[in-house]
């Protein structure tokens, strides 16, 4: 199974993206997890069949983001995960 390491860039810290982000995952049983970065971005490893609707919501973001960049990172799974968090 492949992984999605993705990193996401813009106004996406402080507006709730990672609550929100978790949220749409699991409403998709998308699983892997989701964390801010310290240089402003957050980062994404998502595993799952959903993975095109899950990219998707995160090129939006929720109502208060910015999404600017979004880099996606195909690559095989190191662990399979079996729901989705939130890391700090």
Not at 13 to 28: D, I, P
Not at 36 to 47: I, Y
Request: charged share 30%; hydrophobic share 40%; net charge neutral.
């Amino acid at each position: 199974m492949n992984q999605y390491h993705i990193f996401i860039s813009g106004r996406v810290q402080g507006v709730f993206f990672r609550a929100n982000t978790c949220r749409k995952a699991r409403e998709l049983g998308v699983k892997g997890w989701v964390r801010n970065v310290s240089d402003g971005r957050v980062e994404v490893v998502a595993q799952g069949e959903k993975i095109k609707e899950f990219i998707e919501f995160l090129k939006q973001g929720p109502l208060n983001a910015k999404v600017e960049n979004v880099e996606i990172i195909k690559e095989p799974a190191e662990e399979m995960y079996e729901n989705f968090e939130i890391n700090y």
